[in-house]
């Protein structure tokens, strides 16, 4: 009777890991539509997945998004470094899809080169609140994550709310790190 019991919570606890790992491999969908008028404006970024392109910024990221004519959308991405020097990447976004489709690509490579598909990453817009004033964005492969608001601040109950939605999507809040502001 002990065997059966532990050979069934071996079981129901290796049956719970595999939910698990295939909760976090399960395909990423971004949000159904983005109004891509009122996405423009000033993003501060609230926390991120560290990565290799932001490790000199030490405090006060923000992106802005511009509407080009051409139906595209200039990106300004800036931030302060250690030795208080501001630092900016100018590059560029395009919509995949429908007009109102929540998937991006942006490029920071010159325009030259925007022939070359691997010049452009995934931006897909994953949570956004009703009011345009906090988002999180990622990729399908979930190696990257921003949090992003309108405010250099976030109201707490509104951050935490977002990372549960995140966890439960397969994003692992371990990694995440805030963005420090002034």
Sequence with gaps: MKQHFLLWALATTLAS???????????????????????MGTWYEIAKYPNSFQK??????????QAKPDGTVQVLNRCVMA???????????RQVGPADSPKLQVR????????????????????LDPQYQLVAVSEPEREYLWVLSRTP??????????LARLAQRGFKMTRLELSPQE
């Design 153 to 162: 601040t976030v109201e707490p109950a509104a951050y935490q709310a977002l």
């Design 83 to 93: 030795d208080g020097q501001t630092t900016e990447a100018l590059g560029a976004a």
């Design 56 to 65: 000199k910024c030490a405090r006060n990221t923000r992106a802005d998004y």
């Design 17 to 39: 890991s595999a939910a698990v790992a295939q909760a976090d491999k399960s395909p990423l969908q971004p949000i159904a539509s983005l109004d891509v008028a009122r996405y």
């Design 108 to 127: 920071f490579a010159p325009a030259w080169l925007s022939f070359l598909p691997m010049v452009w990453g995934n931006y897909w817009v994953i949570d």
